[in-house]
Nanobody, 123 residues
């Protein structure tokens, strides 16, 4: 599986962005997908994860109610809609896929990563 993240950019606080992550591979529809973010000097932070059938979603407390993860298996793409953005949301955002069939918040449990897309929120 190869992942290609896009959609990052510069936005004012309170604004919105939608990130996309296009995946290749025949098993996308059955794969757990997740979004993480990372700022320099800090560990990669879990944001959201979604099962292959999109029937179970898990969010980090820091983004719950503001971010929504979804997927379109027909397009082999997952999305992260980010609303009410704050300056502290500034980071490089990564999508990832897990070979395990359960949602997990641990970055080490994900084996394929996109290249990252920069999100900058100005105050």
């Amino acid at each position: 599986v190869q992942l290609q993240a896009s959609g990052g950019g510069l936005v004012q606080a309170g604004g919105s962005l939608r990130l996309s992550c296009a995946a290749s591979g025949p098993t996308f529809a059955s794969t757990v997908m997740a979004w993480f973010r990372q700022v320099p000097g800090k560990e990669r932070e879990f944001l959201a994860a979604l099962t292959g059938s999109a029937d179970i979603t898990r969010y980090a407390n820091s983004v719950k109610g503001r971010f929504t993860m979804s997927r379109d298996n027909a397009k082999n793409t997952v999305y992260l809609l980010m609303n009410s953005l704050k300056p502290e949301d500034t980071a490089v955002y990564y999508c990832a896929t897990s070979p395990f069939g359960v949602l997990t918040v641990t970055a080490q449990r994900y084996d394929r990563w996109g290249q990252g897309t920069q999100v900058t929120v100005s105050s």
